[in-house]
């Protein structure tokens, strides 16, 4: 039974994502070694969502990587920094993917490769082969893995990319096979007051609350109702883990139920490269730069417009009268539909203006809000 609502639930995302179901089993795998995950796609990365995943290639270099389909080589770059040496296939079904880090080329590839590096006199160059220049069919031995450019480690970084938009897609919506039977883990609860005069608990800061795992269900440590006054917000640290495997992962769905109404939904299935920045607009910036905390917020900024959100009640923000109980539920789950779930209840409390000390100095100041 739950295969069955794994595979439904894989199926449906990758509706949402615009990729047709017949196109399921296109690809196959790129490496032919089981595939053991150093970072899944849309994990917090420095200033970006991570757009692919990293497979670990057992610690060494020179593997052989292979075409996941039928195609034509459509860009290569070589480079010293980011990608290193990368390929770029353009398959007949609408996607591209991309391999990155490469240690060697396919002699074919490597040397259209040469020939335009002494061309240009550079060994850097971003090359686009036409259709018909540098075919290639599905199983074909395109590279080798490496540790080419901005990489810490040999891996092999990939991508599937939808080639009409570039946007990136996520991998792991297509069958492959990666061993997960592991619920993403809920360690932290955080209630932001975002109103004015706002406040949790009667505090005016951030209120936050650490979690206790259990299997797949989450609880708040020695608290269960949260009192609540004026406009606040929800957000939630949390990780994924694959089996056998110490590497932290981002979750890929996140969903927030107010008394069983779906209130806030975020997905990552596809991501935007002109957006990426927004990723700062979307987690808790202060933790993330200050604790590395990969705490995604229930409440959609003014000017984010990261593609990620699903179903969102106006921007996010939960306002209860006086006296109003509501049960939240907060589901985390990982794109092979293992799930983790918190439940509480937010009451609603009165607002209360708040006394602050002004000193001469900030008498004589005048405080711009940021959209105005």
């Not at 449906?12 to 994502?17: D, F, S, V, W």
């Not at 406009?231 to 008394?259: P, Q, R, W």
Request: with cysteine; glycine share 8%.
């Amino acid at each position: 039974m739950k295969r069955v609502c794994i595979g439904l639930l894989t199926f449906l995302c990758l509706i949402g994502a615009g990729v047709d179901d017949a196109r399921l089993n296109d690809f196959r795998s790129p490496l032919n070694i089981p595939l053991d995950l150093a970072g899944n796609f849309g994990e917090f990365r420095s200033n970006h969502f991570h757009t692919g995943i990293d497979i670990k290639t057992q610690g060494r270099e020179g593997l052989d990587v292979f075409a996941c389909a039928d195609g034509f080589v459509s860009r290569i770059k070589i480079s010293p920094y980011g990608y290193g040496n990368a390929l770029y296939i353009t398959h007949p079904n609408g996607y591209t993917t991309v391999y990155a880090h490469l240690s060697e080329l396919d002699s074919s590839i490597d040397a259209f490769v040469k020939q335009a590096q002494y061309e240009f006199e550079s060994f850097q160059v971003d090359l686009h082969p036409g259709e018909f220049q540098l075919p290639v069919v599905q199983g074909q031995v395109i590279a080798k893995s490496g540790n080419s450019g901005s990489s810490g480690g040999p891996h092999l970084h990939f991508e599937v990319r939808e080639t009409d938009t570039e946007f990136p897609i996520n991998p792991l919506l297509w069958d492959f096979e990666v061993e997960d039977t592991r619920a993403p883990l809920i360690y932290e609860l955080l209630v932001y007051p975002v109103g004015e005069n706002a406040s949790v608990n009667g505090n005016y800061g951030t209120h936050k609350v650490a979690t206790k795992n259990n299997s797949d269900k989450c609880s708040l440590i020695n608290q269960n109702k949260i009192k609540v006054a004026g406009e606040v917000s929800l957000g939630i640290h949390t990780l994924d883990f694959l089996n056998n495997n110490a590497n932290k992962c981002g979750i890929f769905e996140m969903e927030v139920y107010l008394d069983d109404s779906l209130f806030y939904l975020q997905r990552m299935d596809q991501l935007d490269f002109s957006k990426g920045r927004m990723m700062n607009a979307h987690l808790d910036y202060k933790a993330y730069k200050e604790d590395r905390k990969s705490i995604h917020r229930a409440f959609q900024l003014p000017s984010n417009r990261l593609p990620i959100y699903k179903n969102i009640k106006g921007n996010g923000t939960i306002s209860l009268k006086v006296g109003e109980e509501k049960e939240v539920k907060i589901i985390a789950r990982d794109v092979h539909g293992n799930a983790s779930s918190l439940n509480f209840i937010l009451l609603g409390d009165a607002l209360k203006s708040r006394e602050t000390d002004v000193s001469p100095q900030d008498s004589l100041l005048r405080k711009f809000k940021y959209n105005q």
